[in-house]
């Protein structure tokens, strides 16, 4: 089997503009390629994230989650690479508050092993 490498980054780039997170994700993805050649790379979006004093709610900070989840599958494409979308995935599920710490923004046990069983069907799907 050929080894995989997951580009899923954990920090949403708040302080990049969208443009600026493309580039340099572009850049990584370049780099690994080039780098790496034997190697599947795999690409995941950045998850939501909600409001600290109102779990019912996403955190305003979407918008740019959203905007940079735009530029990681338009990256991907340019690459031909798969996207995971773990965004969707997490928005689906009825139970997203049950799945995240009381911050809004990391994942408890239950959330990390919801990705991981994203993540571990993709891969079964497509091996």
Same mark, same amino acid.
Do not use: M
């Given at each position: 089997?050929?080894?995989?490498?997951?580009?899923?980054?954990?920090?949403?780039?708040?302080?990049?503009?969208?443009?600026?997170?493309?580039?340099?994700?572009?850049?990584?993805?370049?780099?690994?390629?080039?780098?790496?050649?034997? /190697?599947?790379?795999?690409?995941?979006?950045?998850?939501?994230?909600? #409001?600290?004093?109102?779990?019912?709610? +996403? &955190? %305003?900070?979407?918008?740019?989650?959203?905007?940079?989840?735009?530029?990681?599958?338009?990256?991907? /494409?340019?690459?031909?690479?798969?996207?995971?979308?773990?965004?969707? #995935?997490?928005?689906?599920?009825?139970? +997203? &508050? %049950?799945?995240?710490?009381?911050?809004?923004?990391?994942?408890?046990?239950?959330?990390?092993?919801?990705?991981?069983?994203?993540?571990?069907?993709?891969?079964?799907?497509?091996?």
């Amino acid at each position: 089997t050929c080894e995989s490498i997951l580009l899923a980054l954990g920090g949403h780039g708040f302080h990049l503009t969208a443009e600026q997170f493309g580039q340099g994700f572009s850049k990584l993805v370049k780099f690994i390629k080039d780098n790496y050649p034997e /190697k599947r790379i795999l690409t995941a979006t950045f998850i939501p994230i909600r #409001k600290k004093d109102d779990h019912a709610c +996403l &955190s %305003e900070y979407n918008a740019i989650i959203k905007a940079n989840n735009l530029q990681i599958k338009a990256v991907a /494409k340019e690459f031909d690479l798969p996207v995971i979308d773990l965004y969707d #995935k997490l928005l689906s599920r009825e139970d +997203l &508050s %049950e799945l995240s710490h009381i911050d809004g923004v990391h994942l408890n046990d239950k959330g990390y092993r919801f990705l991981a069983e994203c993540v571990a069907d993709y891969l079964w799907d497509n091996e």
